[in-house]
Nanobody, 124 residues
Framework: VQLQASGGGLVQPGGSLRLACAAS????????IGWFRQAPGKEREGVSC???????YYVRPVKGRFTTSRDNGKSTVYLQMNSLKPEDTGIYYC???????????????????WGQGTQVTVSS
């Protein structure tokens, strides 16, 4: 199982970024994928999760600003981040989730495999 996040960078407050999570080594179409982030000095937290069928869940701080989608043909999940705030700064990770049923909870304990992270910095 391999998951690789990309697309991070430095952006000004109010700006946008789109992260991508490329997957391989498993049946991507049948697996929920979660996004997590870890800010400096803080614990890792869930951000969003998209079920195998495409329904997505979000934590409250990002709801309405972030959108996650998946392209099963490309085995890739995207996280579109708009209206970015300094508190969105952190390393963003994608991960496979053990089952669709766990997706709404967006928890570390339900992660099957972690991908490498990508740094997002929101600063003026």
């Amino acid at each position: 199982v391999q998951l690789q996040a990309s697309g991070g960078g430095l952006v000004q407050p109010g700006g946008s970024l789109r992260l991508a999570c490329a997957a391989s080594g498993f049946n991507f179409n049948d697996v929920a994928i979660g996004w997590f982030r870890q800010a400096p000095g803080k614990e890792r937290e869930g951000v969003s999760c998209i079920k195998s069928g495409g329904y997505a869940y979000y934590v409250r701080p990002v709801k309405g600003r972030f959108t996650t989608s998946r392209d099963n043909g490309k085995s890739t999940v995207y996280l579109q981040m708009n209206s970015l705030k300094p508190e969105d700064t952190g390393i963003y990770y994608c991960a496979s989730i053990d089952s669709d049923a766990m997706c709404p909870f967006i928890r570390d304990v339900d992660v099957g495999s972690w991908g490498q992270g990508t740094q997002v910095t929101v600063s003026s």
